[in-house]
């Protein structure tokens, strides 16, 4: 989860008012593409400039390091997707070089595990370990077709009865940077903290996709877990909500087109919460899950 604004108004930066662009961006040639890819230095051994245009305030987005890291462990691992990622975030990042650093530790013929750390340099120049994970990889394609669910796609009313930033207040400039690079129409059930009103109940439902109209894919599924405004504002907390630890499952390839994402928080005590999230594609089908454990700053 990115670190949010202190004030729960200037968090409508993340939506962007939803229609396709002109011209839609396709997977590998599109931002996102640009943005998490890593240049291979030796093996097991990645070299990326983290973009300035993926951050909440300073820090960047958690989502987006997960598809970084989710990237190079496609480079490292012989199968081509990530089935399970769970991460750890350390510190910080900040937009700037940083290495990642692979190891394989299993293969099968199924299934091949590995672990990646994204690494930067402070001040000092000292190395500082921003984010370790821990994933395994598969090949979505060849899962069989046999679906047994009681699991529903949220109720989230049509793209143009949802909200983004030219419905409410204008984003502080330079708060949000993301906002530029998604699709993010937010159901106005959801939307009470925005108003001064939050319903207390810890729900946020949204439309999601890219703002060049790439479509999504097993990597922006990463992204998608972690890029709602926090359960928190909606709970009628405000201020930073930094993501401790998020495992995410990717359970299909997305069909083409806008995905529904729903995240509900249940408990908050000792000045954590948990959100789960649920991602859906146009076709229905629950593509991935998530939860992630994130400190509220309380008082």
């Not at 002109?22 to 030796?42: L, Q």
């Not at 439902?205 to 359960?231: E, H, K």
């Amino acid at each position: 989860m990115p670190e949010a604004a202190s004030a729960p108004s200037p968090t409508l930066g993340f939506a962007r008012a939803g229609g396709p662009p002109s011209s839609r961006a396709v997977i590998g040639d599109s931002e996102f593409d640009r943005d998490t890819a890593v240049t291979r230095r030796e093996t097991g051994v990645y070299d990326i400039d983290l973009s300035a245009g993926w951050t909440i305030i300073n820090a960047v987005n958690g989502g987006y390091l997960l598809a970084v890291l989710g990237r190079a462990l496609a480079d490292t691992l012989p199968h081509p997707d990530p089935f399970t990622v769970s991460a750890h975030y350390l510190t910080a990042s900040q937009p700037g070089p940083a290495v990642v650093r692979t190891q394989t530790v299993r293969t099968g013929r199924t299934l091949s595990t590995g672990q990646a750390s994204l690494l930067q340099f402070d001040d000092e120049g000292n190395e500082v370990e921003r984010i370790r994970v821990l994933a395994s990889y598969g090949d979505l394609a060849g899962l069989p077709d046999d679906v047994r669910t009681t699991a529903a796609p949220p109720a989230i009313p049509p793209l143009g009865q949802c909200f983004g930033p030219e419905d409410g207040p204008a984003p502080v400039e330079g708060s949000s940077a993301i906002a530029g690079r998604l699709m993010l129409k937010l159901d106005p059930a959801t939307l009470g903290w925005a108003l001064g009103a939050p319903s207390g109940k810890g729900e946020m439902r949204a439309w999601f996709g890219l703002a060049d109209g790439r479509d999504a894919d097993p990597l922006s599924l990463l992204l998608a877990v972690d890029a709602l405004p926090p359960t928190a504002f909606e709970i009628g907390l405000k201020g930073w909500v930094p993501t401790v630890e998020l495992t995410v499952h990717v359970r299909h390839r997305p069909a083409p087109g806008p995905l529904r994402v729903s995240i509900t928080t249940r408990n908050l005590a000792g000045g954590f919460l948990e959100e789960d999230a649920e991602v859906w594609d146009s076709a229905d089908r629950l593509v991935a899950q998530s939860r992630q454990l994130a400190r509220v700053r309380l008082g």
